[in-house]
């Protein structure tokens, strides 16, 4: 997808290199780059205390568009360097400011590989949990906090900056767990 954005739009992300040219991030934008044949590259010196922007110009509405859903959606399908992982894992790096044990895991980095995930959760307790998911979900936006207020009133619900869902009748307050029987196999 990175290919097709920058065919589409063009470059628009920077990359970020070292004193020796090696590329600390952005290793797929540059092999994307070329695979479009961008063949061009402007370097900017910079010592991190200054945010560098990139202005593009000559976009039309609908490019500028394209070029912020592609942006965000090239992130989501980002792919994580497995073998880069696993040899800082083994050299002693300490990956736990950027990942949980559960996702190194989920990444086969950690842990015990499982092969039968059924035997692995046999035997393990279950229980019956009713559904408790609303029936629609809306977003609403407020311009400002007299709209916020005004709806509150409307709807008859003190809102503040901390709501963040309210149910439609209010439900009663409940622990999900305190009423479940648990199932034992």
């Known amino acids: 997808m990175t290919v097709q954005a920058l065919k589409t739009v063009g470059a628009a992300r920077s990359i970020v290199i070292d004193e020796t040219d090696t590329i600390l991030a952005g290793n797929g934008v540059t092999e994307a780059a070329r695979q479009a044949g961008i063949t061009k590259l402007r370097i900017i010196d910079a010592d991190g205390d200054t ?4 202005r593009r110009t000559g976009l039309t509405p609908d490019q500028k568009r394209d070029l912020a859903l592609f942006d965000n959606r090239t992130s989501e399908l980002a792919e994580w360097n497995l073998a880069q992982l696993a040899a800082d894992l083994q050299n002693g790096e300490d990956l736990g400011a950027f990942f949980f044990d559960a996702e190194l895991g989920a990444l086969g980095l950690v842990g015990e ?3 039968d995930a059924k035997g692995e959760w ?8 009713a559904d408790e998911r609303g029936f629609h979900t809306l977003h609403v936006h407020f311009k400002d906090a007299e709209a916020m207020a005004a709806f509150g009133k409307l709807i008859g619900k003190e809102l503040s900056t901390s709501v963040r ?3 439609v009748p209010p439900q009663p307050e409940s622990n999900a767990m305190a009423n479940e ?5």
Request: no cysteine.
């Open 181 to 185: 029987d648990y199932i034992e196999p």
């Open 165 to 167: 869902y309210l149910w």
């Open 51 to 54: 945010l560098v922007a990139v």
């Open 113 to 115: 590989k499982v092969e």
């Open 122 to 129: 046999s035997g393990m307790p279950q229980y019956a949990q």
